[in-house]
């Protein structure tokens, strides 16, 4: 048990002598729970010097071990799902000094990037992806006729997605040699490793049990009755020692439960169920954050951590006396003043309660709070269900998630005009966690559909009046925000909601009129200065102000637009679509995110290089004005 980070690289002779899986399998089987130790030791210091992701590495560290121990990776394919999980096998798979650099610029991407290594067979940010992935890569290798091995693993909580049964479903119908391994780190059911369930997969993993499993089939295939009584009793056998009867049903020979950190152990089983054939799902129990106390004690909290940073003998704490509120912050306390003042109002959220600011929320309103898991499409239906009867569910969604439930959003709730608010956290650029987690696309697909309304608050206080504005809203309503501290704007609580479809002139200039949205109200408002601009925070996307649109463009040379969203179909997109309407003759300049996807970095960095930044948006409107000849 691991009390603290390192602050040091510790020493790791094992470790250091693996550059790739080829090098680890030539240790013995003996060796390898020492080198699980030392791999989970210098996790916790790469972590510790970098920030990250680091309980789910914790947790399958003796199983990453194990697979590439057994199996011929890359050429046999392991994918991983969501990739929180992935450190431990960047540093088995020739990356364990860069490890250093991970959700740096220019360094190690936060997930399996299948253009950074041949071990990473299947880019992932999003859940549930991994047995879809894998079996497209097994079906792909069958037409080729090519045999590898293919395994997914995924977690508890990725499974409660519907994709992940699709695919489950899918891949026993094809009934071709895959392997799911379902990583389980609910302490809820970490009673049922024992003697006996071990014991109960290690046979069922076994060669002589399935040679014997296959052959009575084969016999009994003739008398139907046999077969069926033979299928029976093995159900029931598996039904009263483990969860596997579901998976059964689907096609897959179920294997569990197995101690998920006893590596000779997972290599045994492992190595015997290469012999099987058919669909396999092997089920392990593991413990997120395993080795580290504080980890193991708040598996929510301490999922990822900031980079510690070395504290200066000479440096002193200054104590501003102000606590900047992140974003989130301002969504859980509007969350808990909407519900004190109104027993109608729901928060829904899949698996980002934590994320979102709804601890407090889901202390003080149990009975109102719904965390329906990794299960986007649902929750936005759910809502849907819960607002037909005339309660008013609070959707908190990254936006990068809301992407999956795009269908649910135009079909069951616009289109029935449902009173569902989407509170959208992690809009625009994240930063280190990369494009994966980008919430750049929002707006290019919510202002095309119908009933709903989209808002851009540009600080605290707007957030918060906001959401009022959207909750009080008859209809569908969105509210995007970004990820992190706002720029240190009190909250009034007592200021009415915003009037729907108005923005408001920050600063009154000539020639160039600039219409920022959002995050990017602050910077344009700087360029505004300095170029003696006219600057509106435009507040709304949909539906836009276009009366001051139209009364601006009147007396101004040129439109500028600015968002911290893709430009493609953004919000300048709506901005020029109304002067097209309008044939209002005004030369514009839209400014956003660009028709790329834009690698990690910290979100400054990420601005700089786009050139979406107070300097960025002075040179892009000198640019223009000199094209235009104004």
């Known amino acids: 048990m691991f009390e603290k980070i390192p602050s040091e690289r510790p020493s790791t002779p094992l470790l250091d002598q693996i550059d790739s899986p080829l090098d680890l399998k030539k240790l013995e089987i003996s060796q390898l729970s020492e080198l699980a130790d030392q791999l989970r030791l210098y996790l916790l210091y790469a972590v510790g010097q970098t920030g990250g992701h680091f309980g789910a590495g914790l947790g399958v560290v003796e199983l990453t071990v194990a697979l590439h121990y057994v199996f011929n990776t890359p050429k046999d394919r392991l994918v991983w799902d969501v990739g929180h999980q992935a450190y431990p096998h960047k540093i088995l798979t020739g990356r364990r000094d860069e490890i250093l650099t991970i959700r740096q610029k220019g360094g190690l991407a936060a997930f399996p990037n299948r253009h950074e290594s041949e071990f990473d067979q299947f880019g992932v940010g999003h859940s549930s992806t991994s047995i879809s992935a894998a079996l497209g890569m097994m079906v792909a290798d069958r037409i080729k006729n090519e045999n590898q091995y293919h395994v997914a693993v995924i977690g508890d909580g990725a499974m409660t997605a519907g994709m992940a049964f699709e695919a489950l479903n899918h891949a026993g119908h094809i009934d071709d040699n895959i392997l799911v391994i379902l990583n389980d780190n609910n302490m809820s059911i970490s009673n049922n490793v024992g003697g006996l369930s ?4 290690r046979m069922w993993a076994s060669k002589p049990y399935n040679f014997i499993r296959t052959g009575s089939k084969r016999v009994f295939s003739k008398i139907p009755p046999a077969l069926k009584a033979i299928h029976r009793a093995e159900e029931y056998m598996k039904g009263m020692v483990s969860p596997g009867t579901l998976f059964e049903e689907i096609g897959f020979n179920y294997i569990g439960l197995i101690d998920g950190h006893n590596a000779p152990g997972l290599v045994e089983i492992l190595q015997n169920i290469k012999t099987l054939r058919g669909p396999q799902l092997l089920h392990i129990v593991t413990q997120k954050g395993k080795g580290y106390s504080e980890s193991e004690k708040d598996p929510f909290g301490m999922h990822a951590m900031s980079k510690i940073e070395a504290k200066s003998a000479n440096s002193k704490n200054v104590n501003t006396g102000q606590h900047i509120l992140s974003y989130s912050e301002v969504f859980g306390s509007w969350l808990c003043d909407i519900a004190e003042k109104d027993s109608l109002a729901v928060g829904i959220t899949p698996a980002m309660g934590e994320g979102s600011g709804m601890r407090r929320f889901a ?23 819960l607002a037909c009867e005339g309660v008013k569910p609070i959707v908190a969604i990254y936006s990068t998630f809301l992407q999956r439930a795009y269908d649910q959003l135009i079909h069951d709730v616009a289109l029935q005009n449902l009173n569902v608010l989407f509170a959208i956290d992690r809009a625009g650029l994240v930063g280190e966690d990369g494009p994966t987690h980008a919430g750049s696309f929002d707006i290019s697909f919510l202002r095309c559909i119908p ?9 605290e206080s707007e957030t918060y009046r906001a959401l009022s504005t959207g909750y009080d809203f008859n209809g569908p309503a969105a509210v995007r925000y970004p990820r992190g501290k706002g720029i240190g704007i009190p909250i009034d609580k007592g200021m009415s909601p915003l009037e729907v479809g108005k923005g408001l002139i920050r600063r009154d200039g000539n020639t ?20 003696g601009a006219t600057l509106v925070d435009m507040r709304f996307v949909k539906p836009l102000d276009e009366e001051l649109i139209s009364k601006l463009a009147a007396n101004h040379q040129l439109v500028v637009t600015v968002e911290e969203s893709a430009v493609m179909g953004g919000a300048g997109s709506a901005v020029n679509e109304f002067l097209t309407q309008t044939s209002t003759p005004i030369q514009t300049l839209n400014l956003g995110l660009p028709d790329k996807f834009l690698e990690h970095g910290k979100p400054s960095e990420m601005l700089d290089e786009i050139n979406l930044n107070c300097e960025g948006i002075i040179q892009a409107i000198i640019n223009k004005q000199n094209e235009c000849g104004l």
Request: charged content about 20%.
């Open 451 to 459: 009933n709903l309304i989209i808002m851009t608050p540009s600080d």
């Open 512 to 531: 160039i009129a600039i219409f920022a949205f959002g995050s990017m109200v602050k910077a344009a408002l700087e360029a505004a200065e300095k170029l």
């Open 363 to 385: 202390e003080k309103f149990p009975d109102r709070f719904h965390d329906v898991a990794i299960a986007e499409q649902h929750a936005v239906t759910f809502a849907a269900g």
């Open 198 to 201: 071990s014991y109960f997969a």
